[in-house]
């Protein structure tokens, strides 16, 4: 399963969030200090705990100010729903279930007084009551009919099995059981030659099977719900252990949880020995010559230690130069070793010079990193398996460049397991993954934090990550190309991009790999870029929609005279549909449509048709209260990465064709 919607109510600064997607691969919250992210993570965490995490307590987490509402019993905990989430099914869950029930979607919540509940969406009708009450009533009275006049009347069992029953109770396995019982009790007295009771006996044994198999198909649900682990502290694994003290400590439960053994089990985990067996090797003498057995003995043990501390120092040194150096000839962390020597395991950093370096002397960034790969692959061949990570700020001691290939591993990470992260920094946040940021704020203590699907927010602070990653990546791409394609914002940027990646991947042409798009800010930026592009003897072409903005960039002398008309591309020479103005969402207009109600529920096709020859972005505003175009083009990311130019109208694809021809055209 994979959680593909939240909610957190009435948790620390959390009022409610308010429903909020999150991509089956990962997720990313930005926003700042004291917005309410860490608490997110921490709420979402107790939908499915690992064993051993506390639950909630009330006079910790419930809001504050309205804890009064507790004591003096206004409100109950029990009745508290704190934190929700909505699970599609992946193809492995619809194996154990029946195939009625593979269009589902499967919802679970926590309440503060840590009871979980879940129920099934968009599943078969679970029956109630009312639906069999009246033919249990008519088979009672034909069973009493039936049976010895000095036995206790059938119908009163009945009445006494269904007791306080309504006819909305839904029919519960427990229900079902007790009708099941009361049938199999008086069967006797139903009359086989009577075809019109034994067709009721047929319906409500139906009726009663299909509420049993609901409640089947919870249980094993219940069963596949992935754990959420919250990285919130990262466990530093000690560069020296002292095998015989670990092992005491561990076996009589006195642990340094807080500090090092924590990090220190993990590492122990992942080479696959206990501290004890570490110790015991350590302390055991060789075997004398004339014992050839026990000397081979002696021998194979410490050859199996060598080997596995071989294989994991492999493991941890690929998966650190991954990031730590991944495009360098010379790493400087060219090999991290782990050896035992006696009753000490130890953990240094080999440089390009031969020399060994206890692993804390190296920088803070390093340790970090080597420490979080060491918690990882230990935890992950554990209870992790099916999981969702939750990462509270994850590499802020790295560099940003080495944030940035971070980024590429915890990719990695969410392909097999479904990952949610915080941070502030510009470089967790790659500039294909704006359509899965949720901006944090809270504004208003009064309101409490917020969590924001679209890319917006009343406090600038919360949007900072997001325009210092699109500033940087701008500012690389500005001179880092000789083929430049000015775009006039974000949104457009997107559409373009996504739409080029599709038509390479389906083997026809997109914009050629050498070409950067630069989204301006607004149309009538468009000349800025454009000049200081031109002024560094690069080749530049502009982009722009046929509206009046757009009409009038693309009519400044300025702009004429530095690209020619040649290089000014405009959406009406490449469009074949009735809008007279197009933009670049009306290159898409069938498709955005579709989109929008399928994914958005926002559904504009009767008002689309009407008014084919007006702008779809002006259909789309008037018609949904709220809009935003950053929502629509972020959804149509989501929903593009799984799809292929088959699911588009001809006519579309056919625009993007002689869009790209005209761009890779203009800067041959």
Not at 27 to 42: D, Y
Not at 215 to 221: A, P
Not at 487 to 503: Q, R
Request: hydrophobic share 40%; proline share 3%.
């Amino acid at each position: 399963m994979r959680m593909k919607e939240a909610r957190v109510k009435k948790y620390r600064s959390v009022h409610d969030s308010g429903w909020f997607e999150v991509d089956s691969g990962k997720a990313i919250f930005v926003g700042p200090n004291e917005a309410g992210k860490t608490a997110i993570l921490q709420a979402l965490q107790q939908l499915s705990p690992p064993k051993g995490v506390k639950g909630f307590d009330a006079l910790r987490d419930y809001p504050r100010a309205e804890y009064n509402d507790i004591t003096i019993g206004k409100v109950d905990p029990a009745d508290v729903k704190v934190v929700e989430g909505r699970f599609s099914l992946e193809d492995a869950d619809k194996k154990h279930i029946p195939k009625e029930f593979h269009d589902c979607t499967y919802l679970l919540w926590r309440n503060l007084d840590n009871r979980a509940y879940h129920r099934l969406e968009n599943a078969p009708d679970r029956p109630t009551y009312s639906t069999i009450k009246n033919d249990l009533l008519r088979m009672a009275a034909h069973m009493d009919a039936q049976a010895d006049q000095e036995s206790k009347p059938v119908s009163s069992a009945l009445a006494e099995a269904t007791t306080g029953w309504t006819e909305s109770h839904y029919i519960t396995s427990e229900k079902a059981q007790k009708l099941s019982a009361w049938l199999e009790q008086n069967i006797q007295y139903v009359d086989e030659s009577n075809e019109v009771e034994d067709a009721r006996y047929n319906k409500i044994s139906s009726v009663l099977a299909n509420s049993k198999k609901h409640d089947e198909v919870l249980s094993i649900l219940d069963k596949r719900t992935p754990v959420f682990v919250l990285f919130s502290n990262y466990f530093r694994v000690k560069p020296v252990i002292h095998l015989d003290h670990l092992a005491t400590r561990l076996e009589s439960g006195v642990l340094d949880d807080d500090y090092y053994d924590y990090g220190n089990k993990c590492l122990l985990q992942l080479l696959g020995f206990s501290a004890r067996e570490l110790s015991d090797l350590g302390k055991a003498s060789e075997p004398p010559a004339n014992d050839p057995e026990a000397l081979q003995k002696y021998r194979d043990q410490l050859d199996k230690r060598s080997y596995q501390l071989n294989a994991a120092s492999v493991r941890l040194t690929r998966e650190i130069q991954n990031v730590w150096a991944p495009d360098s000839d010379r790493d400087e962390a060219d090999r991290l070793r782990v050896s035992a020597d006696g009753q000490y395991l130890k953990v240094v950093v080999e440089d390009d010079l031969g020399v060994e370096i206890e692993l804390d002397q190296r920088s803070e960034g390093f340790q970090w990193l080597v420490s979080f790969f060491v918690v990882f692959f230990a935890e992950a061949a554990d209870k992790h398996q099916n999981a969702v990570l939750l990462l509270d700020e994850p590499g802020l001691s790295l560099h940003g460049l080495k944030q940035r290939e971070f980024r590429k591993t915890i990719s990695r990470l969410a392909e097999s397991n479904q990952t949610l992260y915080s941070t502030h920094s510009p470089f967790l946040v790659g500039p294909d993954e704006i359509d899965i940021v949720k901006v944090v704020e809270m504004t208003d203590r009064s309101v409490g934090t917020q969590v924001h699907t679209t890319i917006t927010a009343g406090d600038a602070a919360g949007l900072l990550p997001l325009q210092e990653a699109l500033g940087y990546d701008l500012a690389q791409s500005l001179f880092g190309q000789q083929r430049n394609l000015v775009l006039e914002g974000l949104t457009d940027y997107w559409y373009v991009d996504a739409m080029s990646e599709l038509l390479n991947a389906d083997g026809a042409e997109g914009i050629k790999k050498n070409v950067a798009l630069v989204p301006a800010s607004s149309a009538s930026k468009v000349v800025y870029f454009a000049t200081i592009l031109h002024a560094q003897n690069l080749k530049v072409a502009a982009l722009l929609d046929s509206d009046s903005a757009g009409e009038s960039a693309a009519n400044q002398d300025t702009l004429v005279h530095t690209l020619g008309q040649k290089a000014i591309l405009r959406t009406k020479d490449v469009y074949a549909g009735s809008v007279s103005k197009p933009e670049v969402e009306d290159l898409l207009r069938s498709t955005l449509v579709k989109v929008a109600k399928s994914e958005l529920s926002w559904d504009v096709e009767a008002k689309a048709n009407a008014q084919g020859s007006r702008p779809i972005v002006d259909v789309f505003a008037e018609e949904i209260s709220g809009f935003s175009k950053y929502r629509l083009a972020k959804c149509f990311l989501r929903w593009s990465r799984s799809a292929t130019s088959t699911d588009f109208q001809a006519d579309e694809i056919e625009s993007w064709r002689k869009l790209f021809a005209a761009v890779n055209k203009a800067l041959k």
